[in-house]
């Protein structure tokens, strides 16, 4: 269980225990080890709520949204969507399910069928649910395509004749088609000039107020983590290591990776020169994670227990929990 | 003075498509010295990608038409035989692409392909290139870079499939790095390491760098001067403690307008330059940004202003920035602190 248990409500979403490892093959096809991509992740997420994901490249944000939505299979755990656990459900309620949550992907181009129109891209999501006839399929695409911010002739293009900024729109857009409840944003405006962003975030917003949506969004950028979500949670090698409320988080960080996180933002002005935990040491692999705490050997205060005993997380602050030997 | 080492003259890039050919970079100009950093910036889909491909005249050339010049080192790349731009490409002039996925081949390991890349272009043997992809690999902050250069590119994770592009572009020493959007799959943690290995190259070998990319924090710490673009063409160019001081297109000031902050009010909702940027079917004939500028007049829309040199070394291309920036209107709000 998840330590910031929802107060009241019935979450929408309890992450729990959530472990995905993937086998790791030599050049002669051997299985030499396992990275532990994601490891005993829990987490909840209330209706109507954006709970941001943050963390190094490669800590395991991408395959935490792919193995909640199913894309690929967990090693251990449960992730509860509406009292039902999604691992165990099979056909027709699995589908409905398919329909109710759905991702943006990190990398757009290859989520699109390069020999498909944008236009038929799109409306594939409303057919394979079986939504509206032709004609009002069609307009459900332009109406989406517009609020993206298209026009309608872009319809009938191809995905290589879109910059990367506008591929990564058209996969927003196909999540949007099918009125989901819930949208895993896996870096949904990483390729957008902050122009562009700040009308995507906008829309992100106004359809969430519309419909009561929810989102897990991951993302690089910390100004627009801040920005959109309620609650976030940081991620290093695997592991969640710490959650919080986002004014409480940025003003308080308590890790020390959450610490040299926020210390590296570029800032944009030239004058201002940020002083920047560096972390030291080389980076861990997930496929040998390091003992006791994983975060240890690039620790700045790392001492002897931080080497021998896994931390629990604990609740240190209202709604603020971390898994930390610093914080007893 | 540092050498000359790109000098773009009046590109131009015309796309044949399906509805009649379209001008994707309409008459783009600037200039890169080695062992300075030029930042490219501007609206999603405003010609940014493509002039990066035209340099290495990497579009498909049966749907393209180049005009204008090139010059790498003073010689126009567009009279290139393919064979001699085959040898500019990785040896003289390495590209990092927007979209790793794109780039990366699905069926072979990605150690293979840095060593092929590796082995096209510099003399050694294979055992020798394979440690100097690992070696690469360990500077781009992969963990285990020995046992990960066996896994294909899906197996990785995204920010990890950008540093394999950065490692095989940075493998061969490049003169010329161009960089499209190289830190957008990364944490700020990583990217400030990849910022530091490209400084290090431009310190140790003096190389030039084209730095595409939408974050104007990035911009500010690593950029010596910055391009704006909008809609094809640039629209403003000033070193870079000028264009944050003072910006004086009003597309630019917008731009930073934009940025969200990492302090003070979160929920304040974000500035957005307001309209919808044309397609290149139906570029304005004036001003291209005039319709959506709210200091437009008749002139804006009917002739289209030249890119002009305002004070030494700031370019800019308006009709009305004197009086844009008396009224003090768009002015750059301090987003650090
Ligand atoms: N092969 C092509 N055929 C037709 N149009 C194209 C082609 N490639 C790109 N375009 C168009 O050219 C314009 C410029 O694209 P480009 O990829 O250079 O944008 P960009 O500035 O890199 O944007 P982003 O920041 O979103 O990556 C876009 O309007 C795009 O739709
Ligand atoms: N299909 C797969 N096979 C093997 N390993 C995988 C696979 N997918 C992911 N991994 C590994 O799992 C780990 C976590 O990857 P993941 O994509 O979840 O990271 P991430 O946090 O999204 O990183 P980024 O910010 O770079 O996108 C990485 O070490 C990655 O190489
Ligand atoms: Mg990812
Ligand atoms: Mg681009």
């Given at each position: 269980m998840s330590i910031l248990a929802a107060n009241e409500e019935k979450p929408l979403l309890q992450v729990r225990n959530l472990k995905k490892y993937f086998p790791i093959t030599n050049s002669l096809g051997n299985v030499t080890g396992q990275v532990k991509?994601?490891?005993?992740v829990s987490f909840e997420m209330k209706e109507g709520e954006t709970f941001g994901l943050v963390g190094e490249?490669?800590?395991?944000k991408s395959t935490t949204g792919r193995t909640i939505m199913r894309l690929v299979e967990p090693t251990e755990g449960e992730a509860i969507y509406r009292g039902k656990d999604i691992y165990r459900l099979k056909g027709n309620e699995l589908m409905s399910i398919r329909r109710e949550m759905q991702m943006v992907f990190q990398d757009p181009y290859s989520s699109l069928?390069?020999?498909?129109r944008i236009g038929h891209i799109l409306e594939e999501t409303l057919k394979i649910h079986h939504i509206g006839n032709k004609k009002e399929r069609m307009e459900r695409v332009m109406e989406m395509l517009n609020r993206v911010g298209?026009?309608?002739?872009?319809?009938?293009?191809?995905?290589?004749?879109?910059?990367g900024g506008q591929r990564q729109r058209i996969g927003l857009a196909r999540a949007l088609m099918v009125n989901p409840n819930l949208i895993i944003c896996?870096?949904?405006?990483?390729?957008?000039d902050v122009s562009i962003q700040s009308q995507v975030l906008n829309l992100l917003e106004e359809i969430q107020e519309e419909f009561k949506l929810s989102y897990l969004f991951v993302s690089h950028d910390l100004s627009v983590v801040r920005h959109i979500s309620d609650r976030i949670g940081v991620m290093y090698l695997g592991e969640l290591v710490e959650e919080a409320e986002t004014d409480e988080l940025y003003g308080n960080p308590l890790h020390p990776y959450t610490q040299a996180l926020l210390s590296?933002?570029?800032?944009?002005?030239?004058a201002v020169k940020r002083e920047r935990i560096t972390l030291k040491g080389e980076v861990p692999s997930p496929l040998n994670p390091p003992s006791g705490c994983v975060f240890h050997p690039r620790?700045?205060?790392?001492?002897?227990i931080c080497k021998q005993k896994v931390p629990v997380k604990k609740?240190?602050?209202?709604?603020h929990a971390v898994a930390c030997h610093l914080y007893v | 003075m540092q050498e000359k080492l790109l000098e773009l003259k009046n590109l131009k890039t015309h796309f044949q498509t399906e509805r009649g050919v379209v001008t994707a970079v309409n008459g783009v100009s600037f200039t890169v010295h080695s062992g300075e950093t030029v930042g490219v910036v501007g609206?999603?889909?405003?010609?940014k990608s493509v002039t990066a491909e035209s340099i290495l005249?990497?579009?498909?050339e049966k749907s393209t038409r180049y005009e204008g010049e090139i010059l790498y080192k003073g010689k126009n790349?567009?009279?290139?035989s393919i064979s001699k731009m085959q040898e500019i490409r990785g040896n003289d002039i390495s590209m990092i692409f927007q979209d790793p996925m794109s780039s990366l081949?699905?069926?072979?390991s990605v150690g293979n392909q840095i060593v092929e890349s590796i082995l096209l272009h510099q003399k050694c043997s294979k055992k020798e290139a394979y440690s100097r992809a690992i070696e690469m690999l360990r500077l781009t902050g992969i963990p285990s870079p020995e046992k990960r250069?066996?896994?294909?590119?899906?197996?990785?994770?995204g920010g990890m499939r950008q540093r394999v592009m950065i490692a095989m572009a940075l493998s061969c020493q490049p003169r010329l790095l161009i960089a499209?959007?190289?830190?957008?799959?990364?944490d700020v943690t990583t990217q400030a390491q990849i910022l530091d290995l490209i400084n290090e190259l431009k310190l140790s070998y003096n190389m030039g760098t084209v730095m595409i990319t939408h974050d104007l924090g990035v911009v500010a710490e690593v950029c010596t001067r910055v391009v704006v673009m909008y809609l094809g063409q640039v629209i403003e160019e000033a070193n870079v403690e000028m264009l944050f001081k003072s910006p004086c297109h009003p597309y630019t000031r917008g731009l930073l307008k934009s940025i969200p902050k990492l302090?003070?009010?979160?929920?304040e909702k974000l500035h957005v330059i307001e309209g919808k940027v044309p397609t290149l079917h139906q570029v304005?004939?004036?001003?291209?940004f005039a319709p959506r500028?709210?200091?437009?007049s008749q002139k804006c829309i009917e002739q289209m202003p030249e890119l002009i040199?305002?004070?030494?070394?700031h370019k800019v291309r308006c009709w009305h920035f004197k009086e844009i920036i008396g009224t003090g209107e768009g002015h750059y709000v301090n987003t650090s602190s």
């Open positions: 991509a994601v490891n005993n490249s490669g800590c395991g069928n390069p020999r498909k298209f026009q309608s002739e872009q319809y009938y293009r191809y995905p290589h004749e879109f910059s896996d870096e949904p405006v990483s390729a957008l590296a933002v570029p800032v944009p002005n030239p620790c700045p205060h790392a001492t002897e609740m240190v602050a209202k709604n | 609206e999603s889909g405003c010609g005249r990497l579009l498909d790349l567009l009279d290139f081949n699905p069926v072979y250069v066996h896994e294909y590119p899906h197996e990785l994770s499209d959007e190289p830190t957008t799959a990364l302090t003070g009010d979160r929920l304005p004939k004036g001003c291209r500028c709210e200091f437009a040199e305002e004070e030494s070394g």
